[in-house]
């Protein structure tokens, strides 16, 4: 978790200072810490990069958590409605430590080759179906925390990924019925140890599962906010240089198809998370190949969802 001070170096390079009191139209449901509170609250985002509205301080009966909010459903999402449309003091961003939207979800499911473009990268074939991998609960972390380099690998590597929120259960979900069980969407960093998922064994899921793999946020933007999840400019940056440029419209299989394939198989839980596939220009497929290193930044951006910024340690 991000100590004060350098949270508030974060708050100044995203430009995030914004006045009391001023609200976004969107939804933007966020878990966040600060001085003042002992355990964490549920907020709101007053917009992209602006300060936090204190959810449980507005209705004492909201649960502090988002798994627990989304498992009341209509109940709490209406009282979050209320806060959005009533004029309430705004924490500044720079009193906040923003943590994942979601923590300790049930399942982080992830999809491979999902973007058209990352599969010409590859000079290999758009998949017939969708390739299904996954994380353990374990990698999530904030969006202005670090990535720790674990000494198992030599070979860390970035995907900035849309990432689905479940909030509704559901088996055997229709692909008409889908978006009546999402919550929403927020940015996610596939963080991929690439020697693991590769080679020694090709690990996937251990490739991919190290502590701090996926940093997520920063909030969770409710689907009614979005106008079309398939059309938004998605881009990752290391170190200001521009490393993945695309847009979701490049996603082989959508939302409604992800999930309600995966819906087949499992059992889908309020707060499930879905990360949806990588664009082109991930460092494996470079000439030569580039990973990550100590002193890093990277900057996961997706249009209307926000930025989250993850230095390396």
Not at 90 to 99: A, G, M, Y
Request: include cysteine; charged fraction near 20%.
């Amino acid at each position: 978790m991000l100590g004060f001070g350098r949270r508030r170096l974060f708050s100044a390079l995203l430009q995030v200072q914004k006045r009391p009191c001023q609200h976004s139209r969107n939804m933007r449901l966020v878990q966040f810490q600060a001085p003042h509170l002992e355990v964490p609250h549920l907020g709101l985002e007053s917009g992209v990069g602006g300060g936090v509205v204190d959810l449980n301080a507005f209705d004492s009966t909201l649960p502090k958590t988002m798994v627990q909010f989304l498992e009341q459903g209509e109940t709490t999402l209406s009282v979050a409605r209320r806060a959005l449309a009533t004029q309430l003091p705004v924490i500044p961003r720079s009193q906040v430590t923003f943590l994942a939207p979601v923590t300790r979800p049930d399942k982080v499911i992830c999809v491979g080759l999902n973007y058209a473009d990352h599969c010409q990268e590859q000079n290999v074939r758009v998949p017939k179906y969708p390739i299904i991998f996954s994380k353990f609960s374990s990698a999530i972390v904030g969006p202005y925390d670090a990535i720790v380099l674990p000494p198992e690998s030599k070979e860390v590597d970035w995907e900035v990924e849309m990432a689905v929120v479940i909030g509704k259960k559901g088996k055997h979900i229709k692909a008409t019925d889908v978006m009546a069980h999402v919550a929403g969407f927020t940015v996610a960093h596939d963080v991929s140890a690439r020697d693991w998922q590769m080679r020694n064994g090709k690990q996937w899921l251990l490739g991919k599962t190290f502590d701090t793999f996926c940093p997520l946020g920063p909030a969770l933007v409710t689907k009614d906010t979005i106008a079309d999840p398939h059309n938004l400019k998605i881009c990752c940056r290391v170190n200001g240089e521009v490393v993945q440029s695309s847009n979701t419209n490049q996603m082989v299989f959508k939302t409604e198809d992800l999930i309600a394939w995966v819906s087949q198989f499992v059992t889908l839980y309020p707060g499930d998370l879905l990360l949806t596939g990588t664009p082109p220009g991930v460092g494996m497929f470079r000439k030569p190949p580039v990973f990550l290193k100590k002193g890093d930044e990277v900057q996961c951006e997706i249009e209307e969802l926000g930025v989250i910024i993850n230095k390396v340690v």
